[in-house]
């Protein structure tokens, strides 16, 4: 007797994780929402936060004045703005900041054709899992996939904007005092790979900054989509 319900009581755990199996495929789920509907409301989600935080910091001051991501000085040009600053030379100093993150501005102009094409790419499985992840689970997601295009975008868009907007004569007339300054160890940053990862840092800074807001805030939910899915991790 006691084999006959041992083996009843595999043959019952078999069926259940067979249909288990079969519940996980299933194309609909018993929310009253879609598979499809789910990645579309994350990819929606996506493109509100590309469009509305990323864009901005394609305008002018989108970096400088903005100050979650305005780029500051490096570690090692750190000693170079105090010594300016010292010696009255302030207002050259502002100018060597304020040429760093205009070069940042000129380059978020790249970012959205690779952000549409990894959005495009989000499947329902990717979608679940970033629905069900931390707040910042959906720029993760986008960090993952675009950020080596991304940098390889932005680093000769910065390298070429430090000409445009007169960075690279800026920093170098900045270097090349405080280097004249006795006592003080010569300087040569790498300006274009410090900006460039500043640059993306901010850019899904910005994304996170939204799909914050979409997480917590049904405000700010604009779309019934939005408010359909959003309503799965209430």
């Known amino acids: 007797m006691r084999k006959l319900l041992a083996f009843v009581l595999i043959l019952n755990l078999s069926a259940c994780a067979e249909l288990q199996e079969v519940v ?8 009253g929402i879609s598979n499809a509907e ?30 979650l991501v305005k780029i500051l000085l490096p570690e090692e040009l750190q000693k170079v703005d105090k010594a300016l600053r010292d010696i009255g030379l302030g207002n050259l100093a502002d100018e060597g900041l304020k040429v760093l993150n205009r070069a ?8 959205t054709p690779i952000f549409v094409d990894a959005v495009k790419g989000i499947t329902f499985n990717d979608a679940k899992n970033i629905l ?9 997601y986008l960090e993952n996939r675009t950020q080596t295009s991304l940098y390889n975008k932005f680093h000769p868009v910065i390298n070429e904007s430090f000409s445009k907007v007169g960075a690279d004569a800026i920093w170098e007339n900045l ?3 405080y280097n004249a300054i006795p006592f003080t160890a010569d300087v040569n940053p790498d300006l274009t790979d410090y900006v460039t990862g500043e640059a993306l840092k901010g850019v899904y800074k910005m994304i996170a900054v ?6 917590t805030k049904i ?3 604009s779309t019934d989509l939005l408010r359909k899915v959003f309503a799965l991790q209430d």
């Open 24 to 31: 996980n495929q299933l194309p609909e789920n018993t929310t």
């Open 38 to 67: 789910i990645a579309s409301g994350l990819r929606e989600a996506l493109d509100q936060g590309i469009d509305k935080q990323v864009s901005k910091l394609s305008l002018k001051d989108g970096y400088f004045k903005n100050e």
């Open 104 to 111: 940042a501005e000129d380059a978020v102009g790249e970012a």
């Open 132 to 140: 069900l992840g931390d707040n910042r689970a959906a720029t993760t």
């Open 175 to 177: 270097i090349n005092k």
């Open 210 to 215: 939204e799909e914050q807001e979409i997480r």
């Open 219 to 221: 405000s700010s939910r």
